[in-house]
């Protein structure tokens, strides 16, 4: 393989990377402080995919007023179910959320395909050329996404590290016991998580959608290997889950150059499996203390 | 030969050294109390003694086998068990069970017993059966035999873990506050069972805040303080200790 | 820079669902007391992967029950349809075709889609003595018709194979690539390329097989191009064409693409626009879009779905008016082997042409033979029940589809 | 009408013991197993293979069972040093790392084209029309040794260990037991049991393609164990039942919802599944037919 191929398929990964990046983030921002792996991640991005089809048809074709809007609709719903399923589960096991979680997942992907049919749709966007430099392709377009998500991404890091809610979030995430002695009221948090998680997911969606077709499996199917990307950056960690996901995806576009792609989920599987084995905190993660 | 000795143990949590250099012994059939303020390292020092957390360095010596590396489950099989400062009983399971289960080597554990071996699994459980309900009866457990363990009270809760450590045949016990969180007239009982037990030839280490009941019934004491063991010998002696009085900021003793 | 064409309706959005399915309800479904009805199975991939194609294709069996019932049924034998969708899944399908057989008591089942649903299903059709119609490519399909109870209504992927190999010699290319998504059709089309290439002593360049449900397949376009290829022989469903072929104009590399039919279409132009399907090749076995058969079904289909007609929604079609036509030349109390026996004499060479229900009924109650030619090809069936069509070569030109010529179908050598 | 019940009792049966294997993996040790699809899809194609080779159908569907447990095994040595949370997506990696080698290695499994013309149950043996009535009949007696085999390790020494594992692991561990080993026991044996259904299944269908084992049917299990209850045995036929017999009941919805199209009636259909799992875990969470302890008695 020569460096050319083996360059590209590292920068495919880094777009499909960052762009997974924002519902990757919203994962574990769920999971380090709702305490559960949120299967409805995919469809919530589906839903936001959606969204910007339809807005781009009804409200015109502004992809930017669209893509706001699929953020805003994904938000309105991950609250909505926040509100009716899981603060309800909240003293539950994590396995309850789980179930609920998929539950949530079939019953938007059902709502989208009641109205919009099995059949595939593509973003209203003018197709460009790549730029070429001696070989190494870069698409406007990609360099388009991987702002955006860069945008967005740098938007919670500030809100997380910088505001009081941000803060507690964070304290929420490290200990809940902890954060729960110390009389940290958790609403406020779990609505800012809820929203953040909604709009990621649906930025993610809308993203995706521009960059491939929109399908009602979209974002389902990506499930595990964000999922897998979470978990190689250390499960809570919102810095791993970002750079976890880049590497997952960098290491599966490289080992389809080498393995065919049919092998490159269980080659990224692999990896996954042995870097649980040496660090089982993931790259980022801290050690877990037993008491 | 002490059956329990504890070398130089270390223990870091990220930057925070929890255990710096602690020693401590428990001799054959000795009983021994272990104070110390909250986050002096009493609990982190039984878990690492027990195995749940490994050592940073020093050593874990019993019955003059070196046990550092050795996990959790193979040092109770040689006789060092140990119970939680919150009780972790089985709570989906009767009393009666909880006490089952705590036997060691059960040949019905095994899967293949279970197919060829049914009737030597049926005496066995008679037998356990049968050491289950002078267990139950050692420790007033009896009358909650059939009782789902999470609905004990907290003190019954602390009584069941220790039975379940007696269905062990230990050589030696830790247990972590064994009196926090229990009636005074169960407090009476549990001294009363606990130095029994040591009568009988198991060796004790206890961790315990109420320092008056502690007092009352270990011959010998460690104190501890921020990861060290700061003193120890008999109880008035480390009571009066002026690093302890320090510790616990003159007034409470 | 170009603008892609903006050009799903709001409509379409809303109610793509239900434009599929028309009037939702099956058609023609009330009969009077004591009529003989023909029990008519349709198994449908409308959900799963077949989800683009299964649902037109259920409305393409409608339009031609209609049509059969409208003239007074087959033998004085009306339809009555019962539709099932097996989602794809080989499971689903069986239980699927246990309905239709046991409790809807069907005589024939039309319009299974998928290799693997066909192949499941068939030894409980075979059990049940029922006439199959399907679209399947599998070349186990053929093997597997102990009964000889299954009609083949799409080409199988050696034929298929075999075409796009021809092609891409006839067009004077030297260097092909082959990309296919990996499913059993189009992994035999892939193979059957490379063979049939291969036999005349030419070299593939690059062979890849993708894993569907990407976002993105750069980087396996990228081992295509890498090899500098001057056709790519892309077997693909819409979805992953689009995106591939949207990477490729993106990474302004210079090819030609041969592409099946039902993927290189109007809805392919309409997702990517006319500037990166310019160029395509696209090969189906429609017969040709002049032919009288195709033209009458494309319009009706049209003003109930609103799209064009795709290769299978025409199969299905054929496979109802081929049925219609065994039922009135064996008579109305003539039993399923009976019927079975006539489909090859309603389609084969030597009769009368016949481009559509009526017509071929006219002239069997004139005696004559009757050769229906179908809006899906000219529907000549071979010993184990599979067809060989013709196929037509069609290029992309504007965002149409320009027939350029007719080749022969044949098995590989 | 007959032959359609039997089919459907056929799927239910397979369903149930796919769902018994989980249901003691998950039930009553408490591991999240979500790659099961991935055991039942090595059970299906060892014993296809073994059997298109020649091998009698005992001797393929045992070994598919011991296959599919062996496989369980280091799976469960790796990913139980991991805890709780990982299990779920080892396994689930570990159903798709199946699929994608049975899809990829076509000089063993003949990749997407599926293994056609298995050799079926009883083919030979009876007459034509009884064949799908005799595997109802050899899954029904399977799922009732299954079931007593089960039943039978619950209320064991060992089935009271893995209970106790599923309350609490660290206090399992305090007694002198290495919970590792239970729950890798565990998970072998409701791997072997659902590589026993999918060897059933093979040779039931007498085609496969490893497009039938995708993550969505270890969900179905999930969902009828769920909806029944999970910790005992009766909620989990219960949920099977419901399952299966939503999934098909569903096809005559049709008549209910006359001006739905197909499409939107498969979208409804699923809807359902979600909204039934979703209100089952809110309002009902010891499933619609559990009760809340297992082993009281």
């Known amino acids: 393989m020569d460096w050319i191929s083996i360059a590209n398929a590292v920068i495919n990964g880094v777009v499909i990377g960052m762009l997974l990046a924002l519902p990757a983030l919203a994962i574990t921002l769920v999971f380090g402080i709702a305490r559960f792996p949120n299967a409805a991640t995919g469809d919530y991005m589906t839903l936001g995919a959606y969204t910007t089809i339809a807005s781009q048809m009804f409200l015109g074709g502004s992809i930017v007023v669209a893509v706001l809007g699929a953020m805003t609709m994904t938000a309105a719903i991950s609250l909505l179910m926040y509100f009716w399923v899981f603060r309800a589960l909240a003293e539950r096991s994590h396995v309850s959320r789980l179930i609920a979680s998929i539950g949530v997942a079939f019953a938007v992907r059902s709502t989208i395909t009641f109205f919009a049919g099995q059949d595939q749709y593509v973003v209203d966007l003018p197709l460009v050329r790549a730029w070429n430099f001696g070989g190494i392709r870069i698409l406007p377009t990609d360099l388009y996404i991987v702002g955006a998500a860069l945008i967005a991404l740098l938007l919670v890091f500030c809100v997380m590290y910088l505001t009081p809610t941000g803060r507690r979030m964070r304290a929420i995430a490290d200990s809940p016991e902890l954060a729960a002695a110390s009389g940290i009221r958790a609403r406020r948090v779990m609505i800012f998580l809820w929203a953040v998680a909604g709009a990621f997911c649906g930025l993610g969606g809308a993203l995706l959608g521009i960059k491939a077709v929109v399908l009602p499996e979209l974002g389902w199917e990506l499930l595990m290997p964000m999922f897998a990307g979470v978990i190689l950056g250390g499960i809570g960690s919102p810095v791993g889950a970002v750079l976890g996901i880049v590497t997952f995806s960098i290491a599966q576009e490289v080992a389809s150059l080498f393995v065919g792609p049919a092998y490159k989920v269980v080659l990224a599987f692999l990896i996954l499996l042995c870097v649980l084995l040496l660090r089982p905190q993931g790259m980022f993660g801290r050690p877990i203390a037993a008491r | 030969m002490a059956l329990l000795s504890i070398t130089d143990i270390t223990a870091r949590f990220g930057g925070f050294r929890a255990l710096d250099y602690v020693s401590l012994e428990v001799g054959e059939g000795e009983l021994v109390g272990l104070i110390g303020t909250n986050g002096a390292g009493k609990s982190t020092l039984f878990s690492v003694a027990t195995g749940y957390i490994p050592a940073g360095s020093g050593s874990v010596v019993f019955q003059g086998e070196n046990i550092t590396e050795v996990p959790v489950h193979q040092r109770v099989r040689r006789g060092l068990a140990r119970t939680f400062q919150v009780p972790r009983e089985f709570s989906h399971m009767t009393v009666f069970d909880n006490l089952m289960v705590g036997a060691r080597d059960q040949r019905g554990e095994k899967l293949g017993a279970l197919v060829f071996a049914r009737g030597a699994i049926r005496q066995e459980e008679e037998r356990l059966a049968e050491r289950v309900r002078e267990v139950m009866a050692f420790l007033n457990l009896a009358r909650v035999s059939d009782e789902l363990a999470g609905k004990l009270s907290g003190g019954q809760k602390k009584l069941l873990e220790i039975g379940r450590l007696l269905m062990l045949e230990p050589k030696c016990i830790l247990l972590d506050e064994p009196f926090a969180g229990v009636n005074p007239v169960l407090i009476e009982q549990l001294c009363d069972r606990i130095v029994e037990l040591n009568r009988r030839g198991i060796a004790v280490l206890i961790i315990e805040h109420n320092l008056a009941e502690l007092a009352r019934i270990v011959p010998r004491l460690y104190a501890m303080d921020r990861g060290r063991v700061i003193a120890s010998g008999t109880p008035d002696a480390v009571l009066a200790d002026p690093g302890v009085r320090e510790a616990y900021m003159g007034g409470v003793i | 820079m170009m603008k892609q064409p903006y050009n799903l309706s709001r409509r379409a959005f809303l109610v793509s669902g239900t434009a599929a399915a028309g009037l939702g309800a099956l058609p023609g479904q009330s009969f009077a007391q004591g009529e003989r009805v023909f029990r008519l199975g349709a198994l449908n991939s409308i959900t799963g992967i077949g989800g683009p194609y299964g649902p037109y294709m259920l409305e393409a069996i409608k339009l031609a029950v209609a049509e059969v019932n409208a003239a007074g049924g087959a033998a004085g034998r009306k339809f009555q349809l019962f539709a099932e969708d097996d989602q794809t899944k080989p499971e689903a399908a069986v239980l699927a075709v246990k309905k239709l057989v046991e409790i809807n008591k069907v005589e024939a089942v039309v319009g299974i889609w998928a290799s693997s649903v066909g192949l499941a299903t068939m030894p409980i059709t075979n059990d049940a003595n029922l006439i199959t119609m399907n679209t399947c490519g599998a070349p186990e399909m053929l093997t597997e018709n102990k009964k000889g109870l299954a009609w083949m209504f799409q080409a199988s992927n050696a034929i298929f194979g075999n075409a796009f190999a021809e092609v891409a010699r006839r067009r004077g290319f030297k260097r092909p690539a082959v990309m296919a998504f990996n499913n059993s059709t189009f992994v035999g089309q892939a193979n059957y390329f490379k063979s049939a290439w291969e036999a005349n002593g030419g070299k593939v360049s690059a062979f890849v097989i993708y894993e569907p449900n990407q976002s993105s397949y750069r980087t396996e376009l990228a081992r295509v191009l890498a090899s500098k290829p001057d056709v790519i022989s892309l077997s693909a469903y819409r979805p992953d064409a689009t995106i591939i072929l949207k990477e490729w104009y993106q990474s302004g590399q210079d090819c030609k693409f041969i592409m099946p039919g039902w993927t290189a279409n109007e809805d392919l132009v309409k997702a990517l626009g006319k500037e990166a399907t310019e160029g395509l090749i696209s090969i189906s076995n429609v017969a040709a879009e002049q032919h009288p058969a195709f033209k009458r079904f494309a319009a009706e289909f049209k003003t109930i779905t609103k799209r064009e007609p795709d290769i299978f929604a025409a199969q299905c079609y054929d496979m109802v008016i081929t049925l219609a036509l065994a039922l009135e030349a064996a008579g109305a109390q003539a039993d399923v082997a009976a019927i079975n026996g006539q489909i090859r004499t309603v389609t084969g060479t030597g009769g009368t042409k016949a481009n559509s229900f009526v017509e071929g009924r006219d002239i069997l109650r004139k005696g004559q033979k009757v050769d229906y030619d179908g809006a899906s090809s000219r529907l000549e069936f071979g010993k184990h029940g599979e067809t060989v069509p013709d196929f037509g070569v069609f290029d992309i030109q504007d965002g149409r589809l320009v027939l350029k010529e007719t080749i022969p179908g044949q098995l590989p050598a | ?297």
């Open chain 4, 1 to 297: 009408m007959e032959g359609y019940l039997i089919a459907i009792s056929i799927s239910v049966l397979i369903y149930l013991l796919m769902a018994s294997g989980l249901a003691l993996q998950y039930g009553f040790t408490g591991l999240v197993n979500f790659g099961h699809v991935g055991f039942f899809a090595i059970g299906s194609y060892t014993s296809a293979l073994l059997a298109l080779k020649g091998v009698p159908i005992p001797v393929s569907l045992a070994a598919a069972t011991a296959l599919a447990a062996l496989a369980a095994y280091p799976l469960g040595m790796i990913s139980l040093r991991l805890g709780g949370d990982y299990l779920a997506i080892v396994t689930l990696g570990f159903s798709e790392a199946v699929r994608m080698t049975l899809q990829t290695e076509e000089w063993l499994t003949r990749g997407m084209h599926g293994l056609p013309g298995i050799p079926r149950l009883f083919a030979g043996w009876v007459d034509p029309r009884m064949i799908d009535f005799c595997i109802f009949l050899l899954l029904l007696a399977v799922c009732a040794v299954v079931f007593l085999l089960i039943h039978h390790i619950i209320r064991s020494p060992f089935g009271r260990v893995i209970e106790a594992i599923r309350d609490n692991e660290v206090a399992v561990r305090a007694l002198g037991k290495n919970p590792a080993q239970f729950k890798t026991r565990s998970l072998m044996i409701g791997a072997g049991i659902a590589g026993l259904a999918g060897g059933l299944q093979a040779h039931y269908l007498t085609f496969i393609s490893p497009e039938q084992y995708v993550p969505l049917i270890t969900f179905y299990i999930w969902i009828a164990l769920v909806l029944g209850g999970v910790g005992s045995l009766r909620g989990v036929v219960i949920g099977t039942v419901l399952l299966v017999g939503f999934l098909e009941g569903s096809r005559f919805l049709r008549d209910v919802f006359t001006g739905v199209s197909e499409v939107q009636l498969a979208s409804v259909r699923i809807w359902i599944i979600g909204m039934a799992l979703i209100c089952v875990v809110l309002y009902r969470p010891q499933g619609l037919f559990g009760k809340s302890s297992r082993r009281s008695n």
